[in-house]
Nanobody, 125 residues
């Protein structure tokens, strides 16, 4: 059974930084892409960022390009999301997810194969 466990959420002021972590188990890490979706109150799901564990290719939503960086540590089966210059609009529950590749990340009608339980990020103005 695939398990994805997020950590690192919290409350931060606008302009601040946070780092989210996602520890994966139950899958062969190098065969998958992992990344982050988010859902803000009253809004739909947004694919934030993804990284392919096999070749390191990445995807970023336009809303976070230049501010967020995704990285992975294959030895620890862990993916990180480094979030800088946070804005109140980044407030959301952030979910770690896995899929065969990052191709589904931009599409709301496509779904990853596994989800974490989510971690709340709150950015105050």
């Amino acid at each position: 059974e695939v398990q994805l466990v997020e950590s690192g959420g919290g409350l931060v002021q606008a302009g601040g930084s946070l780092r989210l972590s996602c520890a994966a188990s139950g899958l062969f890490f190098e065969d998958y892409a992992l990344g982050w979706f988010r859902q803000a109150p009253g809004k739909g799901r947004e694919g934030v960022s993804c990284i392919s564990s096999s070749d390191g290719s990445t995807y970023y939503a336009d809303s976070v390009k230049g501010r967020f960086t995704i990285s992975s540590d294959n030895a620890k089966n862990t993916v990180y999301l480094h979030m800088n210059s946070l804005e109140p609009e980044d407030t959301a529950v952030y979910y770690c997810a896995s899929s065969r590749d990052c191709g589904i990340w931009p599409y709301r009608n496509k779904y990853p194969t596994a989800w974490g339980k989510g971690t709340l990020v709150t950015v105050s103005s």
